[in-house]
């Protein structure tokens, strides 16, 4: 089993940048993908970011190329998004959650746990 636990949301201005992470506990954190979803006020969750147990493989949503980049530290057991330009329309609560497999995938069936979210806020 793993758990889960997102810090780093906050509110900040249109343009500015945040860094979320998310502490894995359990010793099937470093053999398993890892993605980052979002859900807005009214919308259903969407897939951020994504990355290979190794590190070594990422994969984006086309809205946050060139915008955001995720990583991991095994040996702290944590997944980062950090998160560039960012947009008002980027308000949401940031969820990280660990794959069933060492790929990631889009889908938020394919992940198995989930932490509790960090909400972010961009203002105008």
């Known amino acids: 089993q793993v758990q889960l636990v997102e810090s780093g949301g906050g509110l900040v201005q249109a343009g500015g940048s945040l860094r979320l992470s998310c502490a894995g506990s359990?010793?099937?954190?470093?053999?398993?993908?890892m993605g980052w979803f979002r859900q807005g006020p009214g919308k259903e969750r969407e897939f951020v970011a994504g990355?290979?147990?190794?590190?070594?493989?990422?994969i984006y949503a086309d809205s946050w190329k060139g915008r955001a980049t995720i990583s991991r530290d095994n040996a702290k057991n944590t997944v980062y998004l950090q998160m560039n330009s960012l947009k008002p329309e980027d308000t949401a609560v940031y969820y990280c959650?660990?794959?069933?497999?060492?790929?990631?995938?889009?889908?938020?069936?394919?992940?198995?746990?989930w932490g509790q979210g960090t909400q972010v806020t961009v203002s105008s």
């Open positions: 990355i290979t147990w190794s590190g070594g493989t990422t």
């Open positions: 959650a660990s794959d069933r497999t060492s790929f990631p995938h889009r889908m938020a069936g394919y992940y198995e746990y």
């Open positions: 359990g010793r099937a954190f470093s053999s398993v993908a």
